[in-house]
């Protein structure tokens, strides 16, 4: 016993120490602007500090709760200690290294919705999912910071907060301590890519689900009024927060009521199923909040019946989004096994978790008849099949076009669950998987800490999985924030590859929307991903066809460029073929092009009509 509390004492020690070593490097490694990846050789000591951390946490973790008999609950609480701080560094560490803000899509929106509330007083109109925005405005006012600011330190522990709620809901519907670790420290993986990164409304309302679960399924086993109130105001509230993971938890509800059905007649022997065990309010509530609040939007109800109409009369073409992918890995000239190495690299820690929680799913259907305690898990596979079963019909349809990323996250939104529980079953419960306690051990460590590394390496964005890194730099902000407050509000801007998102979390969504001179255009085709939108600046500014950019103008027009547009098609995707590096050199030779500002990374040109 001595000999492995003196392993487990010098194991926290080199993880602390290894946590200690990665902030020195990452405050002694500021960005100097805009860099390739968040991962650059330069800081390669730091994730191997920060993943050796983690790994030495789940040492600790796993060496608990399969070899000591009598738990030490402060060893479980350092190897938790352990990896939640590793964690919360890898989410910090855009901040810590100098980032205005990780994201430069969705999240630039949301950051102009909280303005809008914080400016104006009140939500406009046509934001369909509030609550995020309001939450966000009220801690940058009471704390008096400003609204990027908030969101970027409130992003990380937001993201945490789903280790917490793993552990609730395993609590409820595991009922074993083991499993319930098992289950918590397989929730400290990050399964969720951009959610990670971006404090949007869908990432909101996904990881929130194991909360609304846990209370749900405390409602059943406790049958305590307060966790009803509890439940009814997240499930009110939802509808606000986001559409789309309202309209599937309203599914995930009635398969959820089936299944119980189900338990009933078929494992207690219940003579006959009694309808009045069918539990609809929970749905009712949802679907009733979900119409009035959509109802109140026309444009949404009006956009997607018209959608619909013309798929069915056959004038919608628009292809799927599984041929939108092949496209994408046509553009790429990516050959099958570098596909392959892609899936694994970006979704091999996923794989992992599904193989688990298929072997789990194996275990509670073999085992449901004659275990009673199993009876939340066979409730909860309910879930995994709604949100399976849109994903595939997401992925192969061309009407149904739910977003089948956000649906992938919801699906692994409770593989913790699973995963624990067969990582329990298979292993520390010795079965004939593997008979040998400490290969039992080495197993697990291994698998928990392969799908780490994969995940810390699929938190942000790199040309590891073929994607940019977006980062915002300070001369890019600053300088946009000149662009915007005194361009010429009467000349229009035309985008390489930024857009008006900057726009909108410099001046609000609503003062954004309000100016002609800022098109609301993103530089991206939905499906493929890659191509370019009619109307902007052509390929090549139009130098394949004439000698100066002007020619292809009737009137003057804006022109901003970051390094990030530069480098987007030259050294990230030069096989696009849209913008090349002696390009950007014509154009300080073309008379009609002139450079209005430039700060070492962010440059304003203004383009003449060459009459």
Request: net charge positive.
């Amino acid at each position: 016993m001595k000999s492995n509390s003196s392993l487990l004492k010098i194991t926290s020690i080199i993880g602390f120490l290894s946590i200690t070593i990665s902030l020195i490097l990452i405050i002694n490694n500021p960005a100097s602007g805009y860099e390739i990846s968040v991962y650059t050789n330069k800081l390669f000591l730091i994730w191997i500090f920060l993943i050796g951390s983690i790994i030495c946490g789940i040492f600790i973790i796993v060496q608990q709760s399969i070899l000591v008999r009598k738990k030490k609950w402060i060893w479980l609480l350092i190897g938790f200690t352990l990896i939640v701080l590793s964690n919360l560094i890898i989410l910090l560490m855009p901040i810590f290294r100098g980032y205005v803000m990780y994201g430069r899509w969705d999240i630039l929106t949301h950051v102009g919705f909280v303005l809008d509330i914080l400016q104006e007083g009140f939500v406009p109109k046509d934001n369909i999912y509030p609550i995020v925005h309001i939450y966000v405005a009220e801690i940058s006012y009471i704390i008096n910071r400003s609204a990027i600011t908030t969101i970027v330190y409130f992003i990380p522990f937001f993201v945490l907060q789903f280790i917490f709620y793993i552990y609730l809901l395993s609590k409820i519907v595991l009922n074993n301590q083991k499993k319930i670790l098992m289950s918590t420290v397989t929730g400290t993986v990050f399964l969720f890519s951009y959610l990670n990164y971006q404090v949007i409304p869908n990432a909101f309302s996904i990881i929130e689900i194991p909360l609304i679960f846990y209370l749900y399924f405390s409602t059943i086993e406790k049958k305590s009024v307060e966790f009803n109130i509890l439940l009814i105001i997240l499930l009110i509230s939802y509808p606000f927060i986001h559409p789309l993971t309202s309209l599937v938890l309203v599914f995930g509800f009635i398969i959820f009521e089936i299944i119980k059905l189900f338990i009933e007649y078929k494992i207690k022997d219940e003579k006959k199923i009694s309808i009045k065990k069918f539990n609809v309010n929970i749905s009712l509530i949802m679907v009733i909040i979900y119409v009035m609040w959509l109802s109140h939007h026309y444009y949404f109800w009006e956009y997607n019946i018209k959608k619909v109409i013309y798929w069915l009369s056959g004038q919608y073409s628009t292809p799927s989004i599984s041929k939108g992918i092949l496209e994408v890995f046509r553009i790429l000239n990516l050959n099958n096994v570098d596909i392959i190495m892609l899936f694994l690299k970006m979704y091999g820690h996923i794989l992992i978790f599904l193989v688990l929680t298929l072997i789990s799913i194996k275990i509670i259907l073999d085992k449901i008849s004659t275990k009673n305690d199993l009876k939340n898990n066979f409730i909860l596979i309910g879930w995994l099949l709604v949100a399976g079963l849109l994903a595939l019909l997401n992925l192969f349809s061309t009407v149904f076009n739910f977003g089948i990323w956000r649906l992938l996250g919801m699906i692994a939104i409770v593989f913790p669950i699973f995963a624990g529980f067969a990582l329990n079953e298979i292993i520390i419960k010795q079965s004939s998987f593997i008979k040998n306690k400490k290969m039992g051990r080495i197993f697990i460590i291994f698998i928990l800490s392969v799908s780490s590394i994969i995940g810390i390496m699929n938190t942000y964005p790199s040309p590891w999985i073929f994607q940019t890194n977006e980062q915002v730099t300070k001369m890019e902000y600053s300088g946009n924030i000149w662009h915007y407050n005194y361009k010429n509000q009467i000349i229009s801007d035309n985008y390489i590859k930024s857009s008006f998102r900057f726009a909108d979390s410099i001046l609000g969504s609503e003062q954004s929307k309000k100016r002609k001179d800022i098109p609301r255009i993103d530089r991206y085709n939905t499906i493929a991903g890659y191509k370019l939108p009619i109307g902007l600046i052509p390929s090549h500014f139009n130098y394949s066809n004439n000698s100066m950019i002007g020619n292809f103008y009737n009137t003057e027009a804006y022109l901003p460029i970051s390094k990030y547009d530069k480098m987007y098609y030259i050294e990230f995707y030069p096989q696009l073929d849209e913008f090349t590096q002696n390009d950007f050199e014509k154009m300080n030779y073309d008379s009609t092009v002139n450079k209005l500002y430039y700060n070492g990374e962010f440059e304003i040109r203004l383009i003449c009509p060459n009459n």
